[in-house]
């Protein structure tokens, strides 16, 4: 399978949207979410083992040992946790514990950006102020800079006054995988900054179950980007269907649940292709009210999902985020929610987070995660 940027975004009328370089980058900025194909490509799953208790400000981590490699495949290692590549495809492995909500199966996207590699689940018991706090899409540890959704999309919309020091979001689209969220949840963990994860539901599945149950456990926060990503369902005509939107809300929270516990709840929803990429979308935000949440779009980004700006290589990814952020005027304001991605394969994002963890730091930004 080869390597994809997400070069191009899948339009409602299902033929490809092909963004030109010259295109504004406010417009890209709205249209760079992710890019999924209906394709039935597969990708190479793995299997992870157990992580080290470690948090957003860990001690220093004990690496758990290497297991025995399956068959021929080689041993990946990534620091605490320990990837090793496995033979069978085990994306579409039925949730055992996912109470399916009333309204039928959404449409789901099915490409090689969309399923995620997945392995042999693993059981790992996190202490208690590690595990969901009741309520929240957060553990108790990370309460101190965890920030309502509805306050964030208020700042970022300049609904409300700016908040008095600089607040950094990092959001990381289309996860959990076996292979990208873990290096990004490293480099985390190394850098001591907390993120948020908006998850394509389906794919958290029985054995990835455990990847969330660590992003909690680590300090950061669990958000909603979908249950099954489809364009073409949630945005029939390229216009939001409240009841579409809702429905695959409700897979999606079943999903999560399944994973870190029936009293998760989370204010922050993230359309696939951005708010602003459709038409009439009032009745579906006046829904994802009614049920205390809000849309969180960005006001910046590594690009690692757009065509429209520079984004073939490391030092790209590094300056798209100031660059975006001064196209979106969000430079001069206190408040940076910067898009990124976990999606498999993307060895940009991961090369270039350390930097633009630090750069961010440099700026006097500290980091939140959206609640």
Request: charged share 15%; net charge positive; with cysteine.
């Amino acid at each position: 399978m080869t390597t994809r940027h997400h070069t191009t975004t899948e339009h409602p009328s299902s033929q490809p949207l092909r963004l030109a370089v010259g295109f504004a980058l406010t417009a890209s900025l709205a249209l760079g979410g992710c890019a999924h194909t209906e394709s039935g490509a597969t990708v190479q799953p793995v299997m992870a083992s157990s992580a080290s208790a470690s948090a957003v400000e860990p001690t220093s981590a004990t690496p758990t040992p290497k297991p025995t490699p399956t068959g021929p495949s080689k041993v990946v290692d990534q620091g605490p946790l320990v990837l090793t590549p496995v033979t069978k495809v085990n994306n579409d492995r039925p949730n055992k514990k996912l109470v399916k909500p009333t309204c039928a199966l959404p449409g789901i996207t099915i490409g090689p950006t969309a399923m995620s590699p997945a392995g042999k689940p693993t059981n790992t018991a996190w202490p208690a102020d590690r595990q969901l706090k009741p309520g929240t899409n957060h553990a108790p540890i990370a309460q101190g800079y965890a920030y309502p959704a509805k306050q964030v999309f208020a700042w970022m919309n300049h609904k409300a006054p700016q908040p008095k020091k600089k607040i950094a979001f990092l959001t990381f689209d289309d996860g959990p995988n076996g292979v990208t969220t873990p290096q990004v949840l490293r480099i985390l963990r190394e850098g001591k900054v907390p993120a948020t994860f908006f998850v394509v539901a389906r794919q958290i599945g029985e054995h990835n179950a455990q990847l969330v149950q660590q992003q909690v456990a680590e300090g950061h926060s669990i958000a909603i980007h979908s249950y099954g990503h489809h364009y073409r369902y949630l945005y029939p005509g390229g216009v939001g269907s409240p009841t579409n939107v809702s429905c695959d809300l409700d897979w999606a929270l079943a999903a999560v649940r399944s994973a870190v516990g029936p009293d998760f709840q989370t204010g922050a929803f993230r359309y696939p292709g951005g708010h602003q990429s459709w038409k009439r979308m009032g009745p579906s935000d006046a829904m994802l009210a009614k049920r205390g949440m809000s849309y969180i779009d960005w006001n910046s980004m590594n690009g690692d999902a757009d065509a429209s700006v520079p984004h073939g290589s490391t030092r790209d990814m590094i300056t798209n985020v100031q660059r975006t952020a001064r196209a979106h005027g969000a430079d001069k304001d206190k408040v940076l929610v910067v898009l990124m991605h976990d999606f498999h394969p993307n060895p940009l994002t991961v090369d270039s987070l350390p930097t633009i963890i630090k750069n961010l730091r440099k700026q006097g930004y500290s980091f939140g995660v959206i609640s």
